[in-house]
């Protein structure tokens, strides 16, 4: 059984159901409960809220299918051995007026299912959020097919959660009454519910429909990074995006990379949507998060201890460690090289020399000739949680440093300023450094110590590990020297 086998084996699987107004979803989480991996996900798209938009009931085709999803679902999940499972339910089954009479069938299988309110639909969308975005301040908008739950977040709590009858589902029709009309039934709805805002706040958006919005965006915008979660975009260049879209009809969308068809065929009137909100809350600017729903009810079962570490470190960590590499190990590497840190030494910034140390030294164990993608695969590629695009930039940064390279694709400088470039590049020739002087070894890290004195840049070794100074540990030392603008000196 490999190092990633046993690690998985060692971690509680779990499973999040997810009925909603389009899909029916599964995704089994292991791994870490700080950063779960995702071990399976899988849906049906029945489009129960279609019919509950149409004549307020589930119709029998829809509910057959959903059914068909969850009796499969339960099939795999006892062949998996996965025991813990959480069900829940969300606008077209609280909407609908058989909803009941749906759920007593879910039961029958041997579910528990749960039946969110709207708030409680919001609130947990938040909680997810929150997870993914620990400082995370400000209006949670979570589309579905059936609804559009608005609440404001912060990490001391969340209020004024709303749930609006705005999903995907009812969009054509709303549309179809022009542009005027459906402006006015969306300032109906935040009216009614009496939503209130404050301009110029952030505005997260959670949902397969915004999600494809980002990455139709990020293909106009030719951006470096092609995973959604974390995607930020000014409120004016998102209004700008939205009202073109908005006028395309959908046969006449190129094909994007992650969205399916019938996310493609409905990318106009969630443009629609999201340029009426932009309009109406005014934010300053909004983020893109794959973490929501599901993930709320994972963060809203972890114990305060594990929801309080950082996402990245805690992602970075069990990834390290399918390489070999332990958190402890990467911990003692990144107070080794801390002499190389430009930074102010801010514990988030620490967070993320830690983990840029981590991936440094996983890609080390990796065969040298499939390392040339590694900086834009694990850094730029993976989701990780946690990371803006700045943060990805760094790590991709100190990845290719660690590799012994400071030249980097012009697209870094829209993801990084040019001093933090040189602070990352710090980081890898640091850690570059560490691995060929000691091996990462506790001994070799114990034995020796990296300073700046006097405007050099010292490695001071104890007699007994004199013979580990060679010429390339003197190189990498110069190199690493030289990019701070210090002399090198071995002591």
Known sequence: MSVKDRRKAATETRAIIDIGSNTVRMVIYGGPRRAPEVLHNEKVTARLGKGVAETGLLTGKASGQALAALARYRTLLSLKGVEQVEVVATAAVRDARNGEAFLDKVRAMGFAPRLLSGEGEALTSAHGVLGAFPRAKGIVGDLGGGSLELIDATPDGCTHGVSLPLGTLRLPAMRAAGERAFSQSIANALAKADWQFEQGQTLYLVGGSLRAFARFAMAKLEWPVDDPHGFELAATDAARIAAALAKRKPETLPPLFGVSGSRLAALPD?????????????????????????????????????????????????????????????????????????????????????????????????????????????????????????????????????????ETPPEFERLISAGQLREAQAWGLATRLCRRFSGATTDGLSGSALSRQDGALVLTVQPHLSTLVNEGVERDLKALATHLGLRSEVA
Do not use: H
């Not at 005014?282 to 929801?307: I, K």
């Open 270 to 406: 969630t443009a629609a949507l999201l340029g009426v909100l932009i309009r109406k809350l005014q934010p300053a600017r909004l983020v893109f998060s794959a973490w929501g729903l599901r993930e709320g009810l994972l963060c809203e079962g972890m114990p305060e201890l594990v929801l309080g570490q950082d996402p990245l470190v805690a992602g970075a960590a069990a990834f390290a460690a399918d390489y070999g590499i332990s958190s402890q190990t990467a911990a003692m590497v990144t107070g080794w090289t801390s002499a190389a840190s430009l930074a102010d030494g801010s514990e988030r910034r620490e967070r993320l020399r830690l983990s840029a140390t981590m991936l440094c030294l996983a890609s080390a164990t990796v065969e040298p000739n499939l390392r040339a993608d590694l900086a834009r695969d694990w850094a730029l590629r993976k989701r990780w949680v946690g990371a803006n695009a700045r943060d990805r930039g760094m790590l991709a940064a100190a990845m290719i440093a660690n590799a012994g390279r400071l």
